[in-house]
């Protein structure tokens, strides 16, 4: 059975220049984090949806909805930590379906 990308996260840590420093793998579905933010997604063309500058209570509350209720304090830690790896870095959440993402 194939993963619906929209139950299928990606939490990502980006440095000032845009490179990737940290990622962690969620298993939340898309309108559960739809529902969960105050705030509408940055960017959503129907293959990807993307939420910025992400604040550590954003991601905490997230996890709290992982569909894998025995990894949640672990999830928990592994989020501290992305956020604890740097003041200059930016948090972002992706969903991207893989398959029919934009490629340049």
Same mark, same amino acid.
């Given at each position: 059975?194939a993963?619906?990308?929209? #139950?299928?996260?990606?939490?990502?840590?980006?440095?000032?220049?845009?490179?990737?420093?940290?990622?962690?793998?969620?298993?939340?579905?898309?309108?559960?984090?739809?529902?969960?933010?105050a705030?509408?997604?940055?960017? #959503?063309?129907?293959?990807?949806v993307?939420?910025?500058a992400?604040?550590?209570?954003?991601?905490?509350d997230?996890?709290?909805?992982?569909?894998?209720?025995?990894?949640?304090?672990?999830?928990?830690?592994?989020?501290?930590?992305l956020?604890?790896a740097?003041?200059?870095?930016?948090?972002?959440?992706?969903?991207?379906?893989?398959?029919?993402?934009?490629?340049?």
């Amino acid at each position: 059975m194939a993963i619906d990308f929209r #139950d299928y996260a990606m939490l990502v840590s980006l440095d000032a220049q845009g490179r990737l420093v940290d990622r962690l793998e969620l298993f939340i579905p898309l309108e559960t984090t739809r529902s969960c933010f105050a705030r509408p997604p940055d960017f #959503d063309d129907g293959s990807v949806v993307s939420w910025g500058a992400l604040t550590p209570e954003e991601a905490e509350d997230l996890v709290a909805h992982d569909v894998y209720p025995e990894h949640r304090s672990e999830t928990l830690d592994l989020v501290r930590e992305l956020f604890a790896a740097g003041a200059s870095t930016r948090v972002s959440l992706y969903y991207a379906d893989s398959n029919h993402a934009y490629r340049p």
